[in-house]
């Protein structure tokens, strides 16, 4: 059974953030669309039990263009809180 370790919330803001960083403030479609991409392949490799307590629920979390942005605030903001010990 796969739990949830310090290093995976870390490793897993680490790479978000960082994309986030990149996509929130660039203007190219091209760009933005490779970070997208990027994103959903990280997500299909990270663990599951991470996976779920960012995704709370929701089945395309982090892979549909439509809600992207809004996917990858919520995920900065839940390991934020998941690392310095909340829920």
Same mark, same amino acid.
């Given at each position: %059974?796969?739990?949830?370790?310090?290093?995976?919330?870390? #490793?897993? *803001?680490?790479?978000?953030? #960082?994309?986030?960083?990149?996509?929130? @403030?660039?203007? %190219?479609?091209?760009?933005?669309?490779?970070?997208? *991409?990027?994103?959903? #392949? *990280?997500?299909?490799?990270?663990?599951?039990?991470?996976?779920?307590?960012?995704?709370?629920?929701?089945?395309?979390?982090?892979?549909? @263009?439509?809600?992207?942005?809004?996917? %990858?605030?919520?995920?900065?903001?839940?390991?934020?809180?998941? %690392?310095?010990?909340?829920?």
């Amino acid at each position: %059974m796969q739990t949830i370790t310090t290093d995976g919330m870390e #490793q897993a *803001y680490c790479f978000i953030h #960082q994309k986030w960083r990149v996509y929130e @403030h660039s203007s %190219m479609d091209w760009q933005k669309d490779d970070i997208e *991409y990027a994103i959903a #392949q *990280y997500a299909g490799s990270m663990g599951k039990p991470l996976y779920q307590a960012l995704a709370c629920g929701k089945p395309d979390f982090l892979t549909d @263009h439509a809600t992207f942005a809004a996917d %990858m605030r919520h995920a900065l903001a839940r390991l934020e809180r998941m %690392m310095h010990g909340g829920a």
